[in-house]
T-cell receptor, first 112, second 114 residues
Framework: GQSLEQPSEVTAVEGAIVQINCTYQTSGFYGLSWYQQHDGGAPTFLSYNALDGLEETGRFSSFLSRSDSYGYLLLQELQMKDSASYFCAVRDLSTGGFKTIFGAGTRLFVKA | SAVISQKPSRDICQRGTSLTIQCQVDSQVTMMFWYRQQPGQSLTLIAT?????????ESGFVIDKFPISRPNLTFSTLTVSNMSPEDSSIYLCSVEDSGFYGYTFGSGTRLTVV
């Protein structure tokens, strides 16, 4: 089966940098992605890492180490609007084809 | 990226009844995915819907309870059958965007069973 672990919540101040870690266990790993979800909204895609290393997209960066089954999402220059839940998710190739399994989510609180 | 229209956005239903949720995608996609999310919780994959074949259900979900239709490459429905209060949740459809291996989600259906 598959499993993902990420912290349940993180608090940071506006303008700071925060890192949300994710460890995973899966047999058919194809990539790690991150999603943001505001209260009452649908998840929105942030980033995808298939290979080791850092991917940067504006204020958000995502890192993957396949040998450690570990990744993180880095948010820089935090803004109040970044307060949301962040989910890591593994893209897994199983007998039925590709599917994506989500972690439990990290609730980020950004304080002024 | 794909745009998904999901409806209804919310509904309050009596126990024992059924509700059908529809998702329309603005482009042709091979697979569509149905998730369930309790408020404040993670997303749980219910099933994968391929056009022209039966849906593939995850452990804990069965076709009799959650029948899925996929009549063409742009449309799918999920029915929640013989509902109980435990079925109260948010149901989301999604597709994988070929451009970035990420998922685009519908806006969700908030279901309350009373």
């Amino acid at each position: 089966g598959q499993s993902l672990e990420q912290p349940s919540e993180v608090t940071a101040v506006e303008g700071a940098i925060v890192q949300i870690n994710c460890t995973y266990q899966t047999s058919g790993f194809y990539g790690l992605s991150w999603y943001q979800q505001h209260d009452g909204g649908a998840p929105t895609f942030l980033s995808y890492n298939a290979l080791d290393g850092l991917e940067e997209t504006g204020r958000f960066s995502s890192f993957l180490s396949r040998s450690d089954s570990y990744g993180y999402l880095l948010l820089q220059e935090l803004q109040m609007k970044d307060s949301a839940s962040y989910f890591c998710a593994v893209r897994d190739l199983s007998t039925g084809g590709f599917k994506t399994i989500f972690g439990a989510g990290t609730r980020l609180f950004v304080k002024a | 990226s794909a745009v998904i229209s999901q409806k209804p956005s919310r509904d309050i239903c009596q126990r024992g009844t059924s509700l059908t949720i529809q998702c329309q995608v603005d482009s042709q996609v091979t697979m569509m995915f149905w998730y369930r999310q309790q408020p404040g919780q993670s997303l749980t994959l219910i099933a994968t819907a391929n056009q022209g074949s039966e849906a593939t259900y995850e452990s804990g979900f069965v076709i009799d309870k959650f029948p899925i239709s996929r009549p063409n490459l742009t449309f799918s429905t999920l029915t929640v059958s013989n509902m109980s209060p435990e079925d109260s949740s948010i149901y989301l459809c999604s597709v994988e965007d070929s451009g970035f291996y990420g998922y685009t989600f519908g806006s969700g259906t908030r279901l309350t069973v009373v």
